[in-house]
């Protein structure tokens, strides 16, 4: 029991990712995510997230009439949410776009 715990900690990101190493009852691997699939809906999501928030900086932007705080308040909103979406993207699709990144460890 302790040599397959071994075994598992030993293993390359390559092979946490691919699954060749792992088995589980269900026949897949245990630890492996297919990123292929969740390519397209985060993808998806990501841009509606980045219309909306354009049409709603250009809806503020563009508005007559005095210009309070609130303006400035939401304009600054709308542009962290624009770089929260892309920054998110990145993070959950990153192992797709880089499939060969390895994390080294240090020991």
């Known amino acids: 029991m302790e040599e397959d715990l071994g075994l598992l900690i ?7 990712v691919t699954g060749s190493n792992l088995s589980s009852a269900d026949g897949g691997g245990g ?3 297919d990123f292929k699939a969740r390519f397209v809906p985060y ?3 990501s841009v509606c997230c ?3 928030n354009c049409v709603a900086l250009a809806a503020i932007c563009f508005v007559r009439g005095p ?3 609130h303006h400035r308040l939401l304009a600054n909103l709308t542009i962290g ?6 920054l998110l993207w990145l993070y959950y699709n990153s192992p797709y776009i880089f499939p060969r990144f390895e994390v080294n460890p240090c020991c």
């Open 10 to 16: 030993n293993v390359s990101m390559t092979e946490l």
């Open 31 to 33: 630890l492996a995510v």
């Open 43 to 45: 993808t998806t999501l």
């Open 50 to 52: 980045l219309l909306f």
């Open 67 to 69: 210009r309070t705080v």
């Open 81 to 86: 949410d624009v770089v929260g979406t892309v």
